[in-house]
């Protein structure tokens, strides 16, 4: 198994602009987060999916963020519009309820830089 | 909610010794308790986890002791190398059967073993 995919690895952008960082999850896996990591803030969560549905997004900042997770293969987050403070390592993560492993597989994480 | 605390925030030790990191956590129903290791620039990697039907759990140099009664449990490192040099996160979160919780990290410690 490949382990969790995400893409861009880097993205730098300038503050307005919208960002989309996509997952995705290991195969067989029904859950699936999405954090933010900063010096300052350490690991936060921000939302995470059971079965594509979302269960609890209090994490997210505010309304510019926005997270969907379409189908149970492919998950995005996305930031519009940007702003530098944005800027963080955004780590995508999933795991199985099912078996006898729950616990989290990170993936390699976005680093996002706002201009 | 739960709230995890993590002690201490900065380790240095020599080549050789033991290193011992402490979290605490404020809701009793939590009864799942990982450990990640990050390497600098890499993701969070589970290392070793303990559920609160155990009181310890080892793992070759590594083992994680749970006291519930006080609400927090430690991780110990023996015979520590150059390669444990990381920052390292606990976690608590509540499983409901099979069900994967919402995992609350605390805020790293970082160590570091010199040679």
């Known amino acids: 198994d490949a382990g969790v995919i995400q893409s861009p690895r880097h993205e730098v952008t300038e503050m307005g602009q919208e960002v989309t960082l996509r997952c995705k999850p290991i195969?067989?896996?029904?859950?699936l987060f999405w954090y933010r990591q900063t010096m300052m803030r350490g690991l936060e969560l921000l939302i995470y999916f059971n079965n594509n549905v979302p269960i609890d997004d209090s994490g997210m900042p505010e309304d510019r963020f926005s997270a969907k997770m379409p189908n149970a293969s492919f998950s995005t987050l996305k930031i519009q519009p940007s702003e530098p403070r944005d800027s963080a390592v955004y780590f995508c993560?999933?795991?199985?309820?099912?078996?006898?492993?729950?616990?989290?597989?990170f993936g390699p994480g976005t680093r996002l830089t706002v201009l | 909610g739960e709230n995890v605390e993590q002690h201490p925030s900065t380790l240095s030790v020599q080549e050789g010794d033991s290193a011992v990191i402490k979290c605490t956590y404020s809701d009793s129903a939590s009864n799942y308790f990982p450990w990640y290791k990050q390497e600098l620039g890499k993701r969070p990697q589970l290392i070793i986890d303990i559920r609160s039907n155990v009181g310890e759990k080892k793992d070759q140099r590594i083992a994680v002791t749970l006291n519930k009664t006080a609400k927090h449990f430690s991780l110990h490192i023996t015979e520590t190398q150059p390669e444990d040099s990381a920052v390292y996160f606990c976690a608590a979160s509540i499983l409901y059967g099979g069900s994967q919780g919402n995992l609350i990290f605390g805020k790293g410690t970082k160590l570091s073993v010199k040679p």
């Open positions: 195969s067989g896996h029904d859950y």
């Open positions: 993560a999933s795991s199985s309820s099912a078996g006898p492993t729950d616990t989290q597989y």
